[in-house]
């Protein structure tokens, strides 16, 4: 028997403005409004809409049919704001039952590395959010970008989840398959869900790559070689971002075509299943005890966290804004805080890579900014002028 | 295979870019084994001498110089030939032409003699100066020519061509049996302004040459001031006018920031009279022309090095500072802002962003050290020999089609 785990992570983060040093002390509007609303209306249009529809389609089908999403708070807010549509899709797929919503940062953020208070008062805005849109508690938590150490495993055992998501890093791994469920020593409690990455990026990378030597991509290929992970795997892990629907693969690639025939072509193998990463955990046992010292994520070939904190810039400015919490959280500013926190947001430090002459084409496509450089003077002017709203909201506790 | 090439001093005796490409391009095709016919025009006898030290230092075998007397220079414009011209007082006369454009035809004259008693199979002919002398050479030989636009006239005039100086730059793209241009950005001007077919044309982006790092005093100033640089010719091409509403913009808020304008030209005196107005004579400094390695040491003592260009066709001076280990923020309307991607781009009339960005450089030591890791390591790829080698695949498509 092989279950197969579907996760989808849909996120958008508030893009900033080009926020001149002219601006700092005088606009204390950071964000891009015009563009936030054109990219939330245009992968509406592209992927969640009729990616939520195709979906819809198959659980009503096949009543095997199970998956599971993450949403980010501040892709929900853009939602609400720009594209109502597409969250009432999402409420739709909530009502089937057989869609499991899973835990994250608000914000996306990478709090779990710099503030664990911050951390965890994001996780549960999250998850407050998770239980007012899909009236559902999470019991399952996944960190920004697969984000994973033994100390953030910890932290989330002692928040109370079943299981976490990682990525199925050879170099973690080494000999043993990402096909079972695993936990990590410093948290016995709860299981570990490991990305198959191989068959999640044969879908997620390299369905239209037409260099690629299994080109063109059928779902009763690809069904046969999950299919292959009978007997010696429990559970296969497919997690990619649901931008490969319609985003990533454009629509005139095939991908939905695949998606809508995927279900069936699996099902025709008669050990499979579908589960929810809630009903993995449960199902399963954990194989063997993981220990992982230094972070990982699901991010580039590294798998490491050198596109978010790989040079100089980026630690600067994710230095600077956490070393504000303290401040910012005592201001009792609202506003700010919010500003605060939507600052934190993982890809303003993303948009600050310079690691682009490797495997830089990812990176170049979703940079909103001319350069990284641009991307940490324009955040770097904002900060400073958080840097002004706070001295002013700290005058006025005093008075 | 051997090219009659009508090119220009090297540096230090020729002043900007056009100099440094014609050095850069030699060695290169020298490297790649292209025997080299080097035509120039020259005033100074002096420089003769120097220039074969710089030949055979480079080591440079393959290649034969032939000079002669002229008075052209670079970039020069009609008003400045007649400066040269009567500075030498009567002596000149009878030798020079009276004016630009004769003096253009005599040199092409002198460049027919040449070509008339030696071999080669294709002629090569940089910037606009030469391409008469190019076309004369093509005339009495039969060989295919091949035009090098590093400028237009429209860089240089600010889109208020002198018609003499158009003329002769589209007559010699016409001729040309192909055309090299140093950017996308030039051969956008070549397709546009002088109506030639984009299939003539190709693009071969400049490069800059790797010197070992000079030995470095780290300058006085430095001690209690942050720098910024503009490094190149101040005339209206170049945009030291934006470079200096912007460093207006940046003295109000940084007290301890100087300006450094390292070039002379024709808009000089504005400059100085602006910085004068503006209050700003202790934050502007002039360093006048400078040479070989004060040039280096120029960009080394600056904590940004800024191209404001109103229209650059390349701009090899981006390269060389990020060679120095300097950020630099260039024009987008530069050939340069197609091949680098470590720096900071602006548009040259938008001084706020200028001024902007050389605040964010200033104020944020994780910016500066990005960019010259990042820049240092982008700039150690380009090779004068890569330049060379598409020059050569230019040689053989014009000479395939001859025969």
């Known amino acids: ?399 | 295979m051997r090219v009659l090439m009508f090119g220009w001093e090297f540096p230090p005796f020729s002043k900007g870019g056009l100099g440094t490409a014609c050095h850069g391009l030699v060695k290169g095709l020298s490297h790649n084994g292209v025997n080299i016919l080097l035509v120039l025009p020259s005033y100074n006898g002096e420089s003769q001498i120097s220039n074969l030290n710089i030949i055979s230092a480079d080591k440079l075998h393959n290649i034969e110089i032939r000079r002669i007397k002229s008075l052209l220079t670079p970039y020069i414009t009609s008003g400045e030939y007649l400066a040269r011209y009567h500075a030498g007082n009567h002596k000149n006369a009878g030798i020079y032409g009276r004016n630009l454009f004769e003096e253009v035809d005599r040199f092409s004259a002198a460049a027919e003699e040449v070509a008339k008693s030696e071999n080669f199979d294709v002629i090569h002919a940089h910037d606009w100066l030469t391409y008469e002398a190019g076309i004369a050479a093509k005339k009495i030989s039969n060989k295919p020519l091949i035009v090098h636009v590093h400028a237009t006239e429209f860089d240089r005039s600010g889109d208020n061509p002198n018609p003499h100086v158009y003329w002769v730059e589209k007559h010699g793209m016409e001729q040309a049996d192909a055309i090299i241009a140093v950017s996308d950005y030039t051969k956008r001007k070549i397709v546009h302004h002088y109506g030639i077919a984009p299939g003539k044309i190709t693009v071969v982006h400049n490069s800059v040459e790797h010197k070992p790092a000079i030995s470095y005093v780290p300058s006085k100033l430095r001690e209690t001031d942050k720098i910024v640089l503009f490094l190149g010719r101040i005339t209206l091409q170049k945009g030291p006018d934006y470079f200096l509403y912007a460093a207006n913009m940046v003295a109000k808020r940084f007290p301890n920031v100087k300006f450094l304008l390292a070039g002379t030209g024709d808009m000089e005196p504005f400059i100085i009279e602006k910085a004068v107005e503006m209050g700003l004579m202790d934050r502007v400094l002039f360093t006048g022309f400078l040479t070989g390695p004060d040039i280096d040491k120029a960009y080394r003592m600056a904590d940004l090095y800024v191209m404001p260009s109103v229209s650059e066709p390349f701009g090899i001076t981006a390269l060389e500072a990020m060679a120095n280990g300097t950020p630099v923020l260039i024009s987008r309307q530069s050939g340069v802002s197609e091949v680098i991607r470590n720096c900071l781009k602006a548009d040259f009339w938008d001084v706020h962003d200028i001024a902007g960005k050389m605040i964010s450089v200033l104020e944020h030591p994780a910016l500066k050290e990005t960019m010259q890791e990042e820049g240092g390591r982008e700039v150690s790829k380009f090779s004068w020999n890569d330049s060379s080698r598409k020059c050569e695949e230019v040689y053989a498509k014009v000479m395939s089609k001859a025969w």
């Open chain 1, 1 to 399: 028997m092989v279950s197969i785990c579907f996760y989808f992570q849909v996120h958008q983060p508030f893009r900033l403005k080009k926020y001149s040093v002219f601006d700092v002390g005088h606009n204390h509007n950071y964000f891009d409004e015009h563009r936030n609303e054109k990219e939330m209306k245009k992968i509406a249009g592209k992927c969640y809409l009729p990616a939520n529809s195709v979906m819809l389609d198959l659980l009503k089908k096949h009543p095997e049919f199970k998956i599971a999403y993450c949403i980010s708070g501040t892709a929900i807010e853009q939602m609400r704001q720009y594209a109502p549509e597409a969250l009432e899709s999402f409420r739709k797929l909530a009502k089937t039952g057989r869609v499991e919503f899973l835990n994250e940062t608000y914000y996306h953020t990478l709090s779990s590395i710099y503030s664990q208070d911050e951390f965890k008062r994001q996780v549960e805005k999250h998850k407050q959010m998770v239980e007012d849109e899909f009236g559902q508690t999470p019991r399952v938590f996944r960190n920004t970008e697969l984000i994973f150490n033994n100390e953030i495993a910890n932290t989330v055992m002692n928040m109370g989840y079943d299981a976490m998501l990682a990525e199925g890093v050879d170099r973690i791994l080494q000999w043993r398959s990402p096909n079972f469920l695993y936990s990590a020593v410093s948290a016995p409690k709860i299981k570990l869900l490991l990305k198959n990455y191989k068959l999640s990026d044969d879908i997620a990378f390299r369905f239209s790559e037409r260099s690629w030597v299994d080109w063109p991509l059928t779902a009763p290929k690809f069904a046969n070689w999950l299919s292959a992970a009978n007997g010696n795997g429990h559970v296969v892990n497919l997690f990619m971002d649901y931008e490969t629907f319609g985003e990533h693969q454009w629509e005139s690639t095939g991908i939905f075509d695949f998606l809508r025939s995927l279900p069936q072509e699996l099902l025709k193998h008669p050990h499979n299943d579908f589960v929810t990463p809630s009903e993995a955990a449960a199902r399963y046992p954990a194989a063997s005890e993981l220990d992982i010292h230094h972070l990982i994520s699901w991010a580039d070939i590294e798998r490491d966290l050198s596109a978010w904190l790989g040079n100089k810039m980026q630690k600067a400015a994710i230095e600077q804004i956490y070393a504000m919490e303290k401040d910012i959280l005592e201001s009792g500013d609202e506003k700010l805080i919010d500003d605060w926190r939507k600052l934190q947001t993982s890809d303003h430090f993303y948009y600050m890579c310079t690691k682009w002459f490797a495997d830089g084409d990812v990176h170049k496509y979703f940079n909103p900014y001319e350069s990284p450089y641009e991307g940490f003077i324009w955040y770097m002017n904002v900060l400073n002028d958080i840097k002004i709203r706070l001295k002013e909201a700290k005058k006025k506790v005093v008075a």
